[in-house]
């Protein structure tokens, strides 16, 4: 079944899967973001992007996103920016791979002058990437690649002496348990004392998005979820879990109207951001 997601935008519906398409609404959200007077995150080449995309307001209605669904991506896009930053100002030379980059500009964020940064995706949103913001750079490459397909591992492989931090944002959800499974595993393998940085949605939400998705056709099905940031610990062995965070249990005024939220953990933590260090 086609995704209305689609409708967003002609120039990318002609070069993207319905997969990827999904990296169009927090590239939409990032934008309109932006000019906020007080933004929880400013992204100027989101801005641009939607420019080039000509994505309008009315494309993105189609997609029907409340409110607090907007500040909850906002406040993990910008959690996953804090937690990154805080890794480059312990280590300041650190290899960052952010694995399912989409469209988004982490890397001008938090770029320290010192990071060797891969932004990773498929190859048809490398080729679109490239076509709308440009190719790499001293510090920073592109991987065209699944984030499965182990062969990237070889390129980022050359700095093993230095300190590697990967971040999983807007991904796992789509893999299957056993393929996240071996992945972590093979991480931990190849890159021991690394340390990895995913989102996850809890099974009540994935159950509820599988069912909104069914319904009206929007958005993506979703296979993978994540009760408790320590389930991870049973399912790979050594694996630590360092943090966890979730966006509706923060103070964040624009969330007030839904504060009652946070007294219900089945509503609370409905997606987190989780945080390990893999030994």
């Known amino acids: 079944m086609e995704s209305k997601v689609t409708e967003l935008s002609d120039i990318a519906s002609q070069k993207l899967s319905e997969v990827s398409l999904s990296l169009l609404l927090p590239l939409y959200i990032r934008a309109m973001e932006t000019p906020h007077p007080q933004a929880i995150l400013r992204d100027q080449q989101a801005v641009e992007l939607i420019q080039k995309l000509k994505i309008d307001a009315s494309s993105f209605n189609q997609a029907r996103v409340s409110e607090e669904v907007r500040v909850s991506i906002l406040l993990r896009n910008r959690q996953f920016d804090l937690i990154t930053s805080a890794y480059l100002a312990d280590h300041p030379e650190a290899v960052v791979v952010h694995l399912g980059c989409g469209l988004d500009s982490r890397f001008e964020r938090v770029d320290n002058g010192q990071v060797e940064w891969y932004d990773l995706d498929l190859p048809e949103v490398i080729n679109l990437r490239c076509e709308l913001i440009g190719g790499e750079s001293e510090r920073y490459h592109l991987l065209a690649y699944s984030a499965l397909d182990e062969t990237w591992m070889e390129a980022v492989s050359i700095h093993l002496l230095r300190p590697y931090l ?27 004392s690394s340390e990895l940085v995913f989102d996850a949605f809890s099974p009540f939400y994935s159950w509820g998005n599988n069912r909104r998705v069914a319904r009206t056709h929007i958005g993506a099905e979703v296979y993978w979820a994540l009760k408790h940031g320590k389930e991870l610990e049973k399912l790979v062995e050594g694996v630590q879990l360092i943090d966890e965070w979730f966006p509706f249990l923060c103070p964040e005024p624009r969330l007030q109207h839904i504060r009652w939220v946070r007294y219900i953990p089945l509503l609370s933590k409905t997606t987190g951001i989780f945080h390990y260090r893999l030994v």
């Open 166 to 192: 990967f971040l999983a944002e807007g991904l796992f959800m789509f893999f299957e348990e056993q393929q996240v499974i071996r992945f972590v595993q093979t991480l931990r393998d190849r890159f021991p």
